[in-house]
């Protein structure tokens, strides 16, 4: 397997390139890749490069640049945040996309984007890497429930492996998903490679504020979750957690902030076991300003996915300060491991519902844990992310060639 130093040829890297990302999902879809692409092509044109993205387009406005190429679409089945964009469509772009001289093709997404970024390498001559985002083994089967879960997996496993060794090169997020790429027999490069985080958009947030908005009274402990409200993200799991937090902290706020499939099962589940009057539901919040206001508010983030491939809300709530007490598996160890910013704990109501309360009792230690947040975020800029990916294009642009 080739493997690329990016520091050894960090003086070798192109002044600037021409980059075409492919992707099945963009803004307003609001989720992780959408978030990774939008970091990566912000930084990537700060540092002089060029950046067209193909993605489908959504019922809802979005204010685009000029480098966003939209392709008509159509709802995916049994998903209605998501769509499918029209291959016709898509695939008559191939002569438009050829004239422009691109150096690289970047596919962010394994289903049409993918086929669509094979074709257009035969017809550019030019490498090809994709980003596996998704950890599509422990997913599908919360989207495809009447198939047996191992056949799915085994789905996931087989398509995964043929993606990947037919790009040149495979960006990964963190270290456990390239041990379970390679598990799978991929043998196309791998670099790791997270999303960094833009500073300047997390640098300060006003939870008074929020509160005020929302009623919550000052003096409350409030816990939050913000993300995607997906089965994979084990949101029932913190919800259980809860009612048992409730034993020692009777007046805890558990905000949740997010849209998503598992909304009204998790609503339910909040009415079965009571906590009605202790969880908060307040849907999608504006990036730039609410946003940073819902992390600001808590005393803690809670987080519990088993799937997640990095985890950026990780980095999110520490960049503003807000300890976080989360489960560490997959991508969110490669942040959680030895970080002075978090508590990691076993997946047991008990156990984290303990060490939750702990904390909440403690505020000289969320003090201390709001302030190693802010100086461990250093090690995860997105700048520093975007330069280490043009190292990587350039190097795999010299090796095709």
Known sequence: MLLFNLEQFASDTEPSMRILMLSDVYFPRVNGVSSSIHTFREQLLSLGHHVTLVAPAYPEDYDDDEDTIRVASRRVPRDPEDRLMVRAKLFGLEKRLAQQQFDVIHIQTPFIAHYFGLTLRKALNIPVVE????????????YIPFLPKSWMRFCAKYFSRRQCNAVDAVIVPSR???KVLTDYGITSPME?????IQLEAFSSGDGVRFRQQYQIDQDRPVITFIGRVAFEKNIAFLLRMMAVALKTTPNILFVIAGEGPALPSL??????LNLSENVKFIGYLARKS?????YCAANAFVFASNTETQGLVLLEAMALGVPVVSTAAMGTIDILEGNPAA???????????HS???LLDDKEKQRAMSEAGRVEIKKW??????????????????KIE
């Open 176 to 178: 456990a998903m390239k």
């Open 267 to 272: 609503q339910k589940l909040t009415a079965q």
């Open 381 to 398: 800029t997105a700048e520093a992310m975007a330069e280490r990916l043009v190292i990587f294009y350039d190097r795999l642009h010299f």
């Open 192 to 196: 790791i490679l997270p999303t960094g």
């Open 290 to 294: 609410a946003l940073p206001d819902c």
């Open 131 to 142: 980003t596996y985002h998704t950890f599509f083994e422990e997913y599908l089967f919360h």
């Open 356 to 358: 939750l309360c702990q």
């Open 343 to 353: 508590i990691v704990c076993q997946e047991d109501e008990q156990t984290f519902a």
